[in-house]
């Protein structure tokens, strides 16, 4: 089964909602999340400001700190590979990545990749 | 003494600081260690003076106390321990990710919630230590002041609550998921925090309507958290035979004695005990054993020196220097108690009376503005930052706009998210910046929340300055929050103490952390100063006598500026008695 990490940058919360100006990127994913592991997802999130050590452990997590920076985050690995990185995915980067049967949103309404048997 | 019989195991002190709380902790502990028991004192003060108590230098680790058989005493450093804490999860990662990561991991660890989290995780390690349980009869905690205490005893609480409602458990725990491996700990300590047969808690409080107030309040939010067994220590009352002869000491044995009459209902029930108000400060073994009687040392008042005081500036010379700017942010700080609320009532109504704009208003909850003016006036407004308010209005706002979009699973998580206590303190952080934009035509005159509530406030002005900075075009004019505090010509901080020693150690703290935010306070105010009075009453002098040092320590070592505010016979309420505390 797909596994998704997610590297997140020193906050809070992942909602973001403890910072003086809510992100909605921050919100939108965070809802995201939950909703993938409604669908029974492996998707697990990180946060720098509370498990540094899981990022000092992964070798690619690691060196892109080094090489970019922290300012680069967030990084999303998916089954170990850098798949993202800078923003947060979007529901049907999610879905495509896990192999889901994509479920119609209003993201995805005008998008016609999907609407046949299977999902792309 | 009725707190004093059949002693469990646990005792905690609690009270705000000046109460008495570690002459009253350290006077129980000799008492028990004297009946032959081992006895442990535990200190969470951040402004700790055990050490100086028994004259020995104590710190973080166990020490016997050398002039008492028995007795053990330790000091646990807030600041200290928020230090270890942050270390315990960055230090592993150090010299392994780069710098400006583990910057930015410090940073989001030195906010004020991870010092009451490390503080609480120090204390709570004490209560279930089964080594410590066994090798002391009695542990006794001289606890922190008690904005402080009830959220470092909150938190069990709601933590466990938030774990329940939250098994995802990625949620806005913020520091406190660093202490998940815990989790049994806390239960423990909870647990033994709400037995009765293992824990007495012991409200300390003065005989004044705010302070028993307060303590109304620590008593009703602790036994809604399960902590039901208290007893209640009136200290410091002014004996009756001084009001004989002096209209100053019978001024304050009549409001003593009323506001004994009037304390709160909840509070009358318990067991109560009143000690008498002493010449001196309690300081060594011997003068601590007299502290539950009625016998008390003369000592001999040097006469001379109170006249030396004299000299010192009052409130309207302050005031002077501040109408000359015509408009500004004037802000008192200062602990509970210390008579924020009044001054900033005094100041504002002045400057008012000069003819100068004025909002005078307040993010403290439990101040009342209109109870102290009692009136109104031209060219003065009167407002309040009510949090429930500011936390409902932002809550509603963040979901209105940033939740519009969401499916009921996402919004219901928010939702959540948005019960976290952070939030309180952004959204009243919110409401005091759209207050403070005023500045710039009139005078705002506020008299703010505790200190703890206030450093989270500037903290998160602090955040906001950084975030700003971050995004705006740096060619681009704009003022933040914090560049508005931290300018002298808008910002008058007033750092508002009593002349008594914790006070002046807790407001020469409040100082330092204003100034690692860059923000150098104005001026400092010393409240209800007995040697700025022309009493005649033998003890109110001594204790005048006693004032010197702290009021010499201010001028000295502390303050750029110094005015003294009398003690006044009449309780400064309404118009017409502020303006007497602004009279030249």
Not at chain 1, 22 to 27: C, S
Not at chain 2, 280 to 285: D, E, M, Q, R, S
């Amino acid at each position: 089964m797909t596994k998704i990490e997610v590297y997140d940058g020193a906050m809070c919360c992942s909602t973001g909602v403890c910072g003086v100006d809510v992100d909605q990127a921050l919100v939108n994913f965070a809802a995201d999340v939950e909703w993938a592991k409604q669908q029974g997802v492996k998707i697990e999130r990180f946060n720098l400001g509370q498990q540094p050590l899981q990022f000092a452990n992964n070798p690619r997590v690691k060196s892109f700190l080094e090489r970019s920076g922290e300012g680069s985050l967030p990084l999303i690995l998916v089954d170990s590979e850098v798949a993202l990185a800078g923003r947060y995915p979007s529901r049907a980067e999610l879905t495509r990545w896990a192999r889901l049967v994509a479920v119609p949103t209003v993201s995805q309404a005008e998008g016609s990749c999907c609407s046949g048997d299977s999902c792309c | 003494m009725r707190f004093l019989d059949h002693v469990p195991a646990f005792l905690f002190f609690t009270g705000k600081g000046g109460v008495g709380k570690t002459s009253l902790s350290c006077a129980t502990a000799i008492r028990l260690a004297r009946q032959g028991k081992k006895v442990l004192l535990v200190s969470t003060d951040p402004a700790s003076n055990v050490g100086q108590v028994f004259s020995q230098t104590i710190g973080n680790s166990i020490t016997v106390i050398a002039n008492v058989a028995g007795l053990s005493a330790l000091e646990i450093d807030p600041q200290l321990a928020a230090q270890q804490y942050r270390e315990r999860i960055v230090g592993p990662v150090r010299g392994l990710l780069p710098d400006s990561a583990v910057k930015s991991i410090e940073e989001q660890l030195s906010g004020a919630c991870t010092t009451e989290i490390a503080a609480f995780d120090e204390f709570t390690a004490l209560l279930t230590d089964g080594a410590l349980i066994a090798a002391y009869d009695h542990i006794i905690f001289d606890t922190a002041p008690t904005g402080h205490t009830i959220r470092l005893l909150q938190l069990p609480g709601a933590w466990s609550s938030f774990i329940e409602a939250n098994p995802g458990g990625a949620s806005c725990l913020g520091p406190l998921s660093g202490l998940d491996k815990q989790r049994q700990q806390y239960a423990d300590a909870v647990k033994a925090l709400s037995d009765p047969d293992h824990t007495r808690l012991i409200l300390v409080s003065r005989a004044q309507k705010t302070t028993l107030d307060e303590v109304a309040r620590t008593h009703q939010e602790l036994a809604a958290i399960g902590l039901s067994r208290q007893y209640l220590v009136i200290n410091g009352v002014l004996p009756e035979r001084e009001a004989l002869h002096d209209a100053l000491a019978a001024a304050i044995y009549r409001h003593e004695q009323e506001a004994i009459v009037a304390m709160p209902a909840v509070l009358r029930d318990l067991p109560i005990d009143y000690l008498p108000l002493k010449a001196a400060n309690l300081v060594g073994v011997e003068a601590l054993s007299s502290l539950f009687s009625d016998r008390d040392e003369a000592i001999p008042v040097a006469a001379s020196t109170v006249a030396d005081v004299m000299d010192l500036p009052r409130l309207s010379t302050l005031v002077d220097e501040i109408a000359k700017t015509g408009h500004g942010l004037v802000m008192m700080m200062g602990k509970g108690g210390v008579g924020k609320t009044t001054l900033a009532a005094a100041v504002a109504v002045a400057l008012a009376k000069r003819g100068l704009p004025v909002h005078l208003t307040t993010s403290d909850p439990a101040a009342h503005l209109t109870d102290t003016l009692l009136g109104t006036l031209d060219n003065l407004d009167v407002s309040r930052i009510d949090p429930h308010t500011e936390i409902a209005r932002y809550r509603e706002h963040v979901l209105d706009t940033k939740g519009k979009d969401l499916d009921a699973q996402g919004r219901a998580m928010l939702e959540e998210d948005l019960r976290s206590p952070c939030t309180e303190e952004i959204a009243v952080f919110q409401a005091f910046s759209r207050i403070i934009r005023e500045a710039g035509k009139k005078f705002i005159v506020m008299d703010t929340a505790p200190t703890g509530h206030t450093l989270l406030l500037l903290d998160a002005t602090g955040a906001f300055h950084r975030e700003a900075t971050r995004h705006i075009d740096p060619l681009l004019h704009h003022t933040t929050p914090m560049m508005r505090l931290q300018d002298p010509e808008r910002t008058k901080v007033m750092i508002v103490t009593l002349a008594e020693t914790t006070p002046v150690l807790e407001a020469a703290g409040l100082q330092e952390e204003l100034r690692r935010a860059g923000i150098e306070p104005w001026a400092w105010l010393i409240n209800n100063s007995l040697s700025a009075t022309s009493t005649s009453s033998r003890l109110l002098k001594q204790r005048a006598a006693f004032e010197l040092a702290q009021i010499e320590a201010v001028r000295t070592r502390h303050a750029e500026r110094v005015a003294l505010v009398p003690m006044q016979i009449d309780e400064p309420v309404g118009i017409e008695r502020l303006l007497n505390l602004v009279e030249p």
